[in-house]
């Protein structure tokens, strides 16, 4: 055990070992002379929550980050925040998600709302600020996001069809989103160097995120996102045309907005709902793209696995649970050839002649 005087109060530290103790001390001494550490007695919510954010920020993607600056700013600190640290309860975290939903927000923002709260509020016991986390003992807002209708195969045919005439700026990227399965950001990070023209891949190793409006490169979202896809001859044909598009401006990075910038967002889908209405098609998210390449290639017989590498996903569970749908229409297949099978074997026995 170990301790430290902090704002004229004792902090307890404790650990299984001397060493574990000893680190753990180690760390609440640096945070304490950071100045980020106040008397847990005294701090509000809205203080801690502005420390934490600071203390989080280093190790988070800064999409996260912002994410998480905007449930505080906008939901949790004018709910919480003028309360003592110490005195929260899981009645007021209840009281906030209630209070999220009644000013029409969905159900998954009061979940956001919990899981930042949960962290934010496990670090406060880490750091001994909390003998408990009251996060702990709340049910989280169900904020599980309702399924979207995705278009069929004749629908996705209609969509290519609409494209590959490049009528539009942004066709030749839905083209590429459609055929690689990748993320917007990840798109959007794609370099010429990144293509391989003769294997007809390309290497995904970045990607763009934005955060208030600017744009920001990075890996991508997971380890397992640094990739190499292989493209159908469409997406290959769309990347052609960008080349064609791009040639004699400056600047390796395949898809631009007219300017030669890194398109925004609103922008963005702005413009794929305008493809899809050229189309006579319903409207999507761009990310749906992503969920329709994935269905396409499962219900064609791609095995998860390869499924899970080709999207990126950072584990196998994450895919199946994403496209269990599919899957499962996959299975109905399956029980049909079998059914074709036993027929067929019935067949053969009744042609045979009797011996």
């Known amino acids: 055990m170990g301790t430290l005087r902090v704002a004229g109060e004792r902090r307890y530290i404790y650990g299984t070992t001397r060493r574990e103790a000893a680190a753990k001390l180690q760390e609440l001494q640096r945070e304490a002379a950071m100045g980020s550490l106040n008397a847990p007695s005294r701090i509000t919510v809205e203080q801690y929550l502005q420390d934490w954010l600071g203390m989080?920020?280093?190790?988070?993607?800064?999409?996260?980050?912002?994410?998480?600056?905007?449930?505080?700013?906008?939901?949790?600190?004018?709910?919480?925040?003028?309360?003592?640290?110490?005195?929260?309860?899981?009645?007021?975290?209840?009281?906030?998600?209630?209070?999220?939903?009644?000013?029409?927000?969905?159900?998954?923002?009061?979940?956001?709302?919990?899981?930042?709260?949960?962290?934010?509020?496990?670090?406060?016991?880490?750091?001994?600020?909390?003998?408990?986390?009251?996060?702990?003992?709340?049910?989280?807002?169900?904020?599980?996001?309702?399924?979207?209708?995705?278009?069929?195969?004749?629908?996705?045919?209609?969509?290519?069809?609409?494209?590959?005439?490049?009528?539009?700026?942004?066709?030749?990227?839905?083209?590429?989103?459609?055929?690689?399965?990748?993320?917007?950001?990840e798109a959007l990070g794609l370099r010429w160097a990144d293509v391989d023209w003769t294997a007809k891949t390309v290497l995904i190793e970045r990607a763009?995120?934005?955060?208030?409006?600017?744009?920001?490169t990075g890996p991508p979202k997971t380890q397992s996102g640094r990739r190499r896809i292989t493209l159908p001859d469409f997406a290959m044909d769309a990347l052609r045309h960008q080349r064609r598009a791009q040639e004699g401006s400056v600047g390796d990075s395949i898809f631009r907005s007219s300017v030669g910038r890194v398109p925004q967002p609103t922008d963005l889908r702005r413009r794929f709902h305008e493809g899809c209405a050229r189309a006579s098609l319903p409207r999507?998210?761009?990310?749906?793209?992503?969920?329709?390449?994935?269905?396409?290639?499962?219900?064609?017989?791609?095995?998860v696995k390869t499924v899970q590498r080709r999207l990126g996903h950072a584990s196998l569970a994450m895919t199946l649970g994403l496209y269990a749908k599919t899957v499962q229409s996959g299975d109905g297949l399956a029980a049909q050839a079998m059914n074709s099978l036993a027929l067929d074997q019935k067949a053969t026995e009744d042609t045979t002649p009797p011996q």
Request: charged content about 20%; glycine content about 8%.
């Open 56 to 185: 989080v920020t280093p190790r988070l993607r800064p999409s996260t980050v912002a994410q998480y600056e905007i449930l505080s700013r906008v939901h949790i600190v004018p709910a919480l925040g003028s309360l003592k640290l110490t005195a929260l309860r899981p009645l007021h975290l209840q009281q906030l998600y209630a209070g999220i939903l009644a000013k029409g927000r969905s159900p998954r923002r009061a979940e956001q709302a919990h899981r930042v709260l949960h962290k934010a509020l496990g670090d406060a016991v880490r750091l001994r600020l909390l003998p408990h986390n009251p996060a702990q003992d709340v049910d989280p807002p169900n904020g599980k996001a309702q399924e979207r209708d995705i278009w069929t195969p004749g629908e996705v045919r209609a969509f290519i069809g609409a494209s590959a005439s490049f009528g539009s700026l942004y066709d030749g990227l839905w083209l590429f989103l459609l055929g690689s399965g990748c993320r917007i950001g």
């Open 208 to 216: 763009v995120v934005h955060v208030k409006n600017v744009p920001i």
């Open 284 to 303: 999507m998210r761009i990310h749906d793209l992503r969920k329709a390449h994935a269905t396409m290639i499962v219900a064609a017989g791609v095995d």
